[in-house]
């Protein structure tokens, strides 16, 4: 069966609409059929559907996604319970432990980000993994700075990402793989996305769905969960009337 | 191809650099394609070398691979398809 690649983190500025053009355009060049980009919570609703417009014209599959960056696990709790029914992905970028915890062990959280280049701040650990294996949280992992990076930056980061991606793979949490950019020249096609991702030691078999199967999943299910039929997981009307 | 060495020699070293094998065999000025030959065992690290680039010459670029083939006449008519 032929994979659906997806690109989850296409940062694109919506009011840009000839980049936003040209990077859709790009991407369904290069193989995916699914990409989604974050908004800002206050972003209104026709900008998004004219981004939405666009996708449908370059034949891409478009899901809505929400970056959070609470500061403390109040305020990430807040925030879910506002968004959670209004976008098809929800990522939290977990700037301190606490909202690291509380985003691993919510199942209304997509999305696991921390900061990519402040090495002190990854607070992705084995506790972290333990709480998300429970929830239906993955791991985003954004392979930018693999690009933009040289030198010690990159050696680094190389490994933190491998240690992080061992920390997942023992609990057995999806990794995300994203492209991270705003640009069109950075965009990589999803074998190379999945052959970037041998540099921290992901499998060709884990790398491939890290790009295509997981983040297919995540949109599937919050699809699902979206439509007005859903009642609970694995409950959902199947008819409605006089004649049921 | 220089480009191509210096993105394998950053990202593995001299050491994996030399397990590549690499070559240049044909390049086509007007449709910017390359064949490049490497060691089956290598392909991935070719892959993710090649991924890595962002310029060559100074100048700001992109490098895709187009389609992996065991031989030249096998990866031309992929490339054709």
Same mark, same amino acid.
């Given at each position: 069966?032929?994979?659906?690649?997806?690109?989850?983190?296409?940062?694109?500025?919506?009011?840009?609409?000839?980049?936003?053009?040209?990077?859709?355009?790009? %991407?369904?060049? &290069?193989?995916?059929?699914?990409?989604?980009?974050?908004?800002?919570?206050?972003?209104?609703?026709?900008?998004?559907?004219? &981004?939405?417009?666009?996708?449908?014209?370059?034949?891409?599959?478009?899901?809505?996604?929400?970056?959070?960056?609470?500061?403390? +696990?109040?305020?990430?709790?807040? +925030?879910?319970?506002?968004?959670?029914?209004?976008?098809?992905?929800?990522?939290?970028?977990?700037?301190?432990? +606490?909202?690291?915890?509380?985003?691993?062990?919510?199942?209304?959280?997509?999305?696991?980000?921390?900061?990519?280049?402040?090495?002190?701040?990854?607070?992705?650990?084995?506790?972290?993994?333990?709480? %998300?294996?429970?929830?239906?949280?993955?791991?985003?992992?954004?392979?930018?700075?693999?690009?933009?990076?040289?030198?010690?930056?990159?050696?680094?980061?190389?490994?933190?990402?491998?240690?992080?991606?061992?920390?997942?793979?023992?609990?057995?949490?999806?990794?995300?793989?994203?492209?991270?950019?705003?640009?069109?020249?950075?965009?990589?096609?999803?074998?190379?996305?999945?052959? &970037?991702?041998?540099?921290?030691?992901?499998?060709?078999?884990?790398?491939?769905?890290?790009?295509? +199967?997981?983040?297919?999943?995540?949109?599937?299910?919050?699809?699902?969960?979206?439509?007005?039929?859903?009642?609970?997981?694995?409950?959902?009307?199947?008819?409605?009337?006089?004649?049921? | 191809?220089?480009?191509?060495?210096?993105?394998? %020699?950053?990202?593995?070293?001299?050491?994996?650099?030399?397990?590549?094998?690499?070559?240049?065999?044909?390049?086509?000025?007007?449709?910017?394609?390359?064949?490049?030959?490497?060691?089956?065992?290598?392909?991935?690290?070719?892959?993710?070398?090649?991924?890595?680039?962002?310029?060559?010459?100074?100048?700001?670029?992109?490098?895709?691979?187009?389609?992996?083939?065991?031989?030249?006449?096998?990866?031309?008519?992929?490339?054709?398809?």
């Amino acid at each position: 069966m032929k994979k659906t690649f997806a690109d989850l983190h296409l940062r694109l500025n919506v009011k840009d609409h000839t980049t936003a053009l040209q990077v859709i355009t790009k %991407a369904a060049a &290069l193989g995916y059929r699914l990409i989604a980009v974050p908004f800002p919570p206050e972003t209104r609703r026709d900008e998004v559907a004219k &981004l939405k417009a666009v996708c449908n014209e370059a034949k891409i599959d478009f899901a809505s996604r929400i970056d959070l960056r609470p500061k403390t +696990q109040n305020e990430l709790m807040y +925030q879910l319970r506002r968004l959670r029914r209004k976008t098809e992905i929800i990522c939290v970028n977990c700037e301190n432990k +606490q909202v690291a915890r509380q985003a691993a062990k919510d199942h209304r959280v997509d999305l696991l980000n921390f900061p990519l280049l402040d090495f002190r701040r990854r607070f992705f650990d084995r506790a972290e993994a333990e709480l %998300a294996s429970n929830s239906l949280a993955a791991l985003e992992i954004d392979v930018k700075p693999l690009l933009a990076l040289e030198g010690p930056a990159r050696i680094r980061f190389l490994s933190s990402l491998r240690r992080e991606a061992a920390i997942a793979k023992e609990f057995h949490l999806p990794i995300v793989v994203s492209s991270g950019v705003s640009e069109a020249k950075l965009l990589r096609k999803p074998r190379e996305m999945a052959a &970037l991702t041998f540099l921290f030691g992901l499998d060709k078999a884990s790398a491939l769905k890290a790009v295509s +199967q997981e983040p297919a999943a995540i949109v599937k299910r919050n699809r699902e969960k979206l439509s007005a039929k859903f009642v609970a997981p694995g409950i959902r009307v199947i008819k409605e009337g006089k004649d049921c | 191809m220089d480009a191509v060495w210096s993105a394998v %020699a950053k990202l593995y070293g001299e050491y994996g650099a030399s397990l590549t094998s690499l070559a240049l065999i044909d390049y086509d000025v007007e449709k910017k394609t390359a064949v490049i030959r490497t060691s089956l065992a290598t392909v991935d690290l070719v892959r993710a070398s090649l991924a890595s680039i962002t310029s060559v010459a100074g100048r700001e670029a992109a490098v895709h691979v187009l389609a992996v083939s065991g031989t030249i006449k096998a990866l031309r008519m992929k490339v054709r398809r």
